[in-house]
């Protein structure tokens, strides 16, 4: 028997590998026969996943799913696989999978979820399958069973140390890994590494908590050293992008790693927290520079000291460390990407439109602290953390998640997945147009350094277009501002990643 692992289609073009399969290929390799189809390299994925169905060799067919465009793919071709081969098991896992498992499951074609990490529970799901033997015992697993819901125990994060190492070798078989190697702002030659799972944090907007529960674990500085030296050996790469919800949660494996990358000449990115990093000592932040740590997403969310409060954060970020922290980070020339969250509910329209308000006009004092920092804007979009406070109160106000997997395929959700519209009740089309209109003009007057496209001219001439707009707070209509970003396909790093050619 053999295995299908697919990555829908996540982004147009410059694709990162898809490490969701490849750890996922990690775990059966050597054990399953297995092949890998990513959708951003097929242009019919379907044509291909059907080509190895029809041989009649696979039995299984594993797709990841985050929310967003890739259930583009992963619906219809999961549909069809059921409906053309209904012998065949189908087993959907990542973030999607584990938080909307209810529509997942009730969809009648994925026949389980997994829930977190996979690299104990498919392998022992397959086995499973294969001796026709129950599944309620294996850990991280949510299914349907004489109608109802059936989650397993959640296992402990597994020890990333002692994880199979990833094929990377065998997945050149299928689509060249020198195709995934990118130009980004940060190098000609960047890859995609994952090193942790999880995250300490239990912040109430986050989706990575109903799986992770304020659990993290990260492989050792050295193992990541490694990999990345690999990786610089065979592809020769220049700069990596940690997909870590939380690369720096612990300061002595930072401080290690970047120890062992001096003099390497690899540029680095990563995500972390305010509050963790603030506690980092000024050797440490210079040694992190020298080291090549370029740019640190960071999830700054709001200047409003109550609301932060309300978003749960834990940790100590409050407005005050959000502004010093910016210009402690200009003196080590490493560049802050601050993430916003606006439009969280309030207690009626007026103060809802007044927290926008506070939070704009909090983002260009950060600008003015340093205008280097990168800001990212979202609007805030619940995620199921049933029985969190914020949960309620979004229920309350008459929110509610698609209960049919195919409804998440409109285009209204897609937005709403990509945190760019919202259809939370309480925002009003004018408080959205408001975000929306002052990220163009921040887009304009501040473009992201990641697109490396917009320099010299391009740059002066979008500045000087957008200056009035930004200084006077005239916001409305910036129709100028954004056909210059259509017409040099302006990429904004939240939707598809960092641009790269
Ligand atoms: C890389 C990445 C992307 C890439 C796409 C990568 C790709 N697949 O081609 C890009 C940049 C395009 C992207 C975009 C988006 N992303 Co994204 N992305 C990530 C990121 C940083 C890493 C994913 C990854 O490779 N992880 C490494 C692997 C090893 O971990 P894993 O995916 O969890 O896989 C394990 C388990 O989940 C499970 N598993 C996963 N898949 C499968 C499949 C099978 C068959 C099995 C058995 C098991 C299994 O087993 C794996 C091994 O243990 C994650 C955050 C994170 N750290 O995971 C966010 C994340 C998944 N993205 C997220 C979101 C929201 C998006 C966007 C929708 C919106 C946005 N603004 O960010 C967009 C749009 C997506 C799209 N275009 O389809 C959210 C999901 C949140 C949620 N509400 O569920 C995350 C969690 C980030 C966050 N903290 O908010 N993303
Ligand atoms: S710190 Fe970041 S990854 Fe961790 S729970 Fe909060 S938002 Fe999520």
Redesign the pocket.
Known sequence: MSVI?F?PR??NYK??I????L??GASIYGKHDFVFVDG?LEEDPWKKIKSYLDTGKYKYF???V?????LKQAIPISKKVREEFPEVKV??????A??QYKPVLDSGYVDVA?N????T??PSLLEAFEANSDIGTIRNLIYKKDGEYVKTVVETLPNMDELPPLPYEFMDKFYPIKNYVARTFMGDKTF?Y?SSFGCPFTCSF???VPIYNARWKGKSASLIFEDVMYLKDKLNINAVEF???NFFTSQKRVVEFSNLMLGQGIQWWGEGRIDTIDKYSDENLALMREAGCRMIFLGAETGNDEVLKQMDKGGDQSAEQILRFAARMKKFDIVPEYSFVLGMPGKNEKEVMKQIDFDIDFIKQVKNVNPDTEIIIYLYSP?PSEGSELYEAITKAGFKFPTELEDWLNPAWENF???KNPLTPWLTPAMVDKVKNFETVLNGYYPTQSDFRIRGWKKDLLRSVSKWRYQTNSYIMPYEIKVLHKVWKYRQP????FYSE
């Open positions: 692992l990555n996540s982004a694709h990162r898809p490490n969701s399969i750890q996922v951003n594993g797709s990841t985050m929310p967003g465009p890739q087993v959907w896992g990542g973030y999607f584990s938080n997994i977190g990490p996979g690299d529970a498919f995609a994952h986050c989706a990575v997909h870590d919800n995620v997945d990509l945190r939240e939707i598809e990643g």
